[in-house]
C-alpha cells in the first residue's frame, strides 16, 4: 500500500517557474563580462532559459545529452543550468581555471555536446577545440556586437542570436526526478578528475536543505552575492536556493577584487554573500584601506577552508556581520553543515562561542555523518576523537560518472568524504585535516592543518605547510616546511620554541626547513602532492 | 540515464535519528494529562518511539496497519507519530472533538488494529467500544497508577508498561517513501469523513517546506508550542519540523486555557507558537486583564480562520510579537502559505503592511497555486479577481483513502480547495470565502465573509452570519442574520446604514434578521449548513 498524495517530480524547472510566479518582479543583477551592470527579474529569467532550452533542442540536444560551460557567474550562466536541465539535458559546469588538458580530459569524459562559454574564455576555447572530440557546437553567451572577432573557432553562435530566434513557450521536459541535472568534476590531486552527475531530485533536496532557517536561511527579502563560482561546487547551491525562496540575486561576473565586490554590495543592498577565505582576506583589507562599512550585510558564509579567527572577529565585532562556517564538497551538491548557534552556544561566553564558529559547523537534516577509525569502527562524537568523517544523505554522490573509481559506498552506504574530522556533543563538526595528509606518527594522528596554523600565526612566517615523511621507528614524522616574511631571519629553533607551548609535545615536527615559496594548485592551494614529491627522500635529523 | 546520486527514501523517521543525533539534548516539555510537567529529550524520545514501535510488532501490528490516536499534544502522542510509523504502520490520529459515531464511522472505516488514548477519553472509548469492528488492542497512554479503573473496556492495556516489556534497539523499517505514514479524516460538512493517507515522502518534504525561513523559520534555537493539536492537520507539521531542526517542544496537553499556556511560554523560554485565532483572543484578554507580557515569545503563527487585524495590531505593538498568518488543509499537510514580509511589503508604511498581514500570506515553494472561475479558467493575479483556490505539490492530496469522493484533481492534476481567493502580484493570497459560501448574485460572487467582517465590527453586534437565499432576479441575494450584544437594541436600518459605507452598494444584505443564537460545527464554526437549512423557505422583501 502507499500513500495517497500527488505525484509531484522534484525537477530543477519547479524553482525557476515558482520564483517567476511568486516572486516575479525580484532582481537578478550582474556585474557583466562586456562591462555593464544588466538587470532584470525571475521572471525574465524564466522564459529567457525556455528560450534556450528550444534554441538547443533546435541544435540537436537530446534527454540525457551534457552541455558544457565555461563561464563566470551571470545571468546568462543561471539561464543555462535551467534552460539545459529544463529540456532534459545536464549542465556541466567546467572550472576555466584547470590545466587546458584537464579541461580537454573532462569535456571529452563528459561526452558534452554544446560549449557555452563566456568571451573571457574565447582564447582558451579556441586553444583546445581541435581536441575536444564530441562537441558539435561553440556558443559565445554574449550579443552580436561583442563577438570575438577571428576567434579561431570554426561553427561559432551567438547566444543570443540563438536565443532571439526562439520563443518564450517552450514546455518543460516532464521526467523521472532521479534523472540528471548537473554535472561537476571534482579536480582530483591524483589520477583523472572524476564525475559527480546530479540528479533534479538531489539539487531540488539540497535546496530545500539550503533554505533551512539554520543553514543559508535565505528569504524573499534577501539580497545574495554568490562569490563562489557557478563552475565550483554549484556555488553552493545558491543560484537554486535563491529562485526557491524568490531573493535577489546579484552576480560578479569575472569580477572577484574586492572593489567591485564592495561597490555591488553597497549599491544592490546585498544582505547575504559566500566565498573562500581569501576573498574576505582581501575585502577586510579593502575596508581597512578605505574606512567603508559593509553596508546592508547581514551573514557572511565562509567555506572551502577554514576561516581564521580573526576573520571572524573582525566581520562580527568590526562590521556587525554574522560569520557562518560551512563545509561540504563537489560530491556533496556540495551544503554538509553550517554553522549556525546552537541553544547551548548561547549561553556561553563570547570567546566560547567564537571557540565554536570557527569550528566547521552542524549537519543539516538530510546529512547522516559519522568518523570512523581506518578500520571503519565508528568513533564518539566528544569533540576531540577525530576520523574519517563519513557521509549518507540524498543530495550525496552514489557513485562517479561512468563508474569511474569503483564503488565509493561503504557497507552502510557512507561515502568517505576524504577528510579528518571531530564531532562535538552538540553536533559541531571541526575539519581536522584532509585523510591524506594526516601524520600517522606511532598509530597515533598528527593533524598538519593544526601544525601549520599554529606555525603561520609565528610574526615572521608568511606560508608553512607540513607534510609527514618517513620515520624508521614512528613511520611518520612531521616536517614543517616554512616561507620566512620579507626581510625576516625566523630560524629553526625561533620556530619550535614557538610552537611548543601551542602543540602537544610529541606533536612537534622533527625538523624545519626554509623556502623561497611553496607549490600551489590550480585552485590556490597549498599543494602536499607536489611538497611530498619535493621531500620524498628526505632524512629527518631524528631518523638516525 | 539516472543521476548518479544516493537513494535514501525520505521517511519520518530520519527526523528524529536526527533530533537525536545532531540535537540529543535539546528538551520534550509536556504538561501532561496526568497533571505534572514531563521533561525529556529527542534522544529519549526516539528511543520510546523505538520502544513503543517494538510493542506495536510485539500486539501483531504489520507493515501498512492503522493505529488510531485520541490524544492531545504530548510526549506520548509525538513518540506514537514516530513509533508507529517506524515501524511501516500508519498513524491515524482521530480527533476526539467529533461526535462518537463520526469518531465510530473513522475508526472502522480506517480498520484501526489498535487504539492507544489519553486517559482523558477512557469515558468515550469506552462507550464506542462494542461498535469498533476492527480495534484488537485498547492502549491507555499513562502510567500504571494512572490507568483509570473499570474503565469498561476489555482487554484494556497500558502504554508504560508495553514500553517497559521492549528494548530500544528496533531497527526501523526501511521502505518506499510513497509508504503511507500518516492518516487523518477530514470533517467534511456533508457525506461522510473522507481520510487523507500522507506518505512518508509527503510527510518529509513538507517538514523542509515548512522549515524554510519564509515559512515557519524553525532553528535549533527555536523553542516551539504548537497549541494546535496533533489530531488536527498534523498540528500543522510542527512535530516533525522541530525534529528536523531540533527545536525545544513544548506541549500543552489537555490545556487550552490562557493561563496554563502563558505560563509554559514564561517557564519554558517559547520564542514560536500556532494556533487558531480564538485561542489568541483568550490570550490576548489574559494579558490585559493580568498586565504581563510573552517573555520571549517571538512569533504567532495564526491559522484555521482569519485574524481580525485588531489581534495582528495588539500581538505587534504591544507585545512586540511579530504575527505571520498561516493558510492550508487536512488535504495539504497542511501548510500552503505563511504571511512572511516580501521586499515590496518593506517599503510600505506600517498601514499598508498590516493590510498585507491580513492576508494569507504566499504560497511555498512546492505549492502550485492558481484560481479559476467556475469553468476552470484561470484569473489573474492582481489582487481582484476572486476564483477557486486550487493546489498542486508533494504534500497535496492525490485522491482520498480509499478512493472515497472519486477523481479530486482537475485535468492538470490541481486539487481544489474549496476556497475562493484573490492572488496579488507579489504572491500573496486572501481567502474571500468558502466557495459554497459564497453568495452569487447576477453571475457576480459577494464574500459572505467579508459582510459577516464588516457587520461583526458594528459595536452592537455578538456575531453574525451571511448566507445566499434565492432571488428570482439575481439568482441569490444576500441574507444577513445577527445575534446581538445583550441588551443591544441594534435594528435593521442601523445595520444597513453602518454596512453602507463599508461595502460595494451591490453587495448590501437584503434583508436582516436578529436571532438568539447561531448554529455551531464540533470545531467551533458557525454551522452556515445548518443556516441555510433553517431559511431554505426564507422570502427576502427584494424578492416581491
Redesign the interface.
Known amino acids: ?8 517530480p ?1 525537477l530543477t524547472w ?2 525557476i ?2 520564483a517567476a ?6 532582481e537578478i543583477v550582474t556585474a557583466t563580462v562586456e562591462g555593464a551592470i544588466h538587470r532584470y527579474t525571475w521572471s525574465d529569467a524564466r522564459l529567457r532559459s525556455k528560450q534556450l532550452a528550444a534554441a538547443l533542442v533546435a541544435l540537436g540536444v537530446e534527454v ?1 545529452d551534457r552541455v558544457g560551460t565555461l563561464a563566470w557567474n551571470t545571468h546568462r550562466h543561471l539561464e543555462s543550468w535551467y534552460g539545459i536541465a529544463g529540456m532534459g539535458g545536464v549542465a556541466h559546469t567546467v572550472n576555466p581555471r584547470l590545466f587546458a588538458d584537464q579541461i580537454v580530459y573532462i569535456i571529452n569524459h563528459a561526452e558534452d555536446r554544446v560549449l557555452l562559454f563566456d568571451i573571457s574564455f574565447a582564447k582558451l576555447v579556441a586553444e583546445i577545440a581541435p581536441r575536444l572530440t564530441t562537441v558539435r557546437h561553440f556558443v559565445a553567451m554574449t550579443e552580436p556586437a561583442h563577438m570575438p572577432a577571428d576567434a579561431g573557432i570554426s561553427n561559432l553562435l551567438c547566444y543570443e542570436s540563438l536565443l532571439a530566434a526562439q520563443g518564450t513557450d517552450f514546455q518543460w521536459v516532464m521526467q ?1 526526478e ?4 548537473g554535472l561537476c568534476y571534482t579536480s582530483g590531486t591524483t589520477g583523472n578528475p572524476k564525475g ?7 539539487n531540488v ?1 539540497h ?3 539550503a ?4 543553514a543559508l ?5 534577501s539580497a545574495v552575492l554568490p562569490v563562489v563560482p557557478m563552475y565550483h561546487a554549484n556555488a553552493w547551491g545558491i543560484p537554486y536556493a535563491a529562485a ?3 531573493a ?1 540575486l546579484v552576480m560578479g561576473g569575472p569580477h572577484f577584487d574586492p572593489g567591485t565586490l564592495h561597490k555591488l554590495i553597497i549599491d544592490e543592498g546585498v544582505t547575504f554573500t559566500a566565498a573562500v577565505p581569501t576573498v574576505w582576506l582581501g575585502m577586510l583589507q579593502f575596508l581597512e584601506k578605505t574606512g567603508q562599512d559593509m553596508g546592508a550585510l547581514k551573514t557572511v558564509v565562509i567555506g572551502g577552508s577554514a576561516a581564521p579567527r580573526m576573520m571572524i572577529e573582525a566581520f562580527q565585532n568590526k562590521y556587525g556581520v554574522r560569520v557562518a562556517h560551512a563545509w561540504g564538497m563537489t560530491e556533496m ?1 556540495p551544503l554538509g553543515s553550517v554553522g ?5 552556544s ?1 549561553q556561553l561566553p563570547a570567546e566560547k562561542q567564537l571557540d565554536l564558529q570557527c569550528k566547521q559547523g ?2 543539516l ?2 546529512i ?1 555523518m559519522k568518523i570512523t577509525d581506518d578500520a571503519g569502527n565508528s568513533l564518539p ?1 566528544d569533540g576531540e576523537s577525530a576520523g574519517h568523517l563519513k557521509v ?10 561512468k563508474g569511474d573509481g569503483g564503488d565509493i ?1 561503504d557497507a552502510e ?1 557512507y ?1 568517505d568524504t576524504g577528510d579528518v574530522a571531530t564531532i562535538d ?3 559541531y563538526i571541526q575539519i581536522t585535516d584532509r585523510a591524506k595528509d594526516v601524520i600517522k606518527s606511532g598509530g597515533e594522528w598528527i593533524s598538519s592543518i593544526e601544525l601549520e596554523n599554529a606555525a603561520v600565526a609565528h610574526p615572521e612566517v608568511a606560508e608553512a605547510a607540513v607534510i609527514g615523511v618517513h620515520h624508521p621507528k614512528w613511520d611518520e614524522r612531521p616536517l614543517l616546511i616554512v616561507v620566512r616574511k620579507p626581510g625576516a631571519s625566523v630560524d629553526k629553533d625561533d620556530i619550535l620554541s614557538f610552537l611548543a607551548p601551542r602543540v602537544a609535545k610529541w606533536w612537534l615536527p622533527d625538523d624545519v626547513v626554509f623556502v623561497e615559496g611553496l607549490p600551489h594548485t590550480a585552485t590556490g592551494k597549498i599543494s602536499k602532492l607536489e611538497l611530498r614529491h619535493q621531500f620524498r627522500d628526505y632524512k629527518l635529523p631524528t631518523a638516525a
Chains 1, 2 share one sequence.
Not at 21 to 26: F, I, L, M, N
Not at 217 to 221: D, M, V
Open positions: 500500500m502507499l500513500g495517497e498524495m500527488q505525484d509531484w522534484l519547479r524553482l517557474d515558482h510566479q511568486a516572486h516575479g518582479d525580484r540525457g523521472d532521479r534523472a540528471p541535472a559527480v552527475l546530479y540528479s533534479h531530485r538531489a533536496l535546496t530545500f536543505g533554505c533551512m532557517a539554520d536561511g535565505l528569504a524573499s527579502t526557491a525562496v524568490g535577489k551538491s549556525t548557534p546552537s541553544a547551548h548561547l552542524r549537519g537534516f538530510g547522516d562524537r549518507r544523505g540524498p543530495w550525496i554522490v552514489g557513485r562517479y560518472f559506498l552506504g561515502f556533543q552538540w553536533g
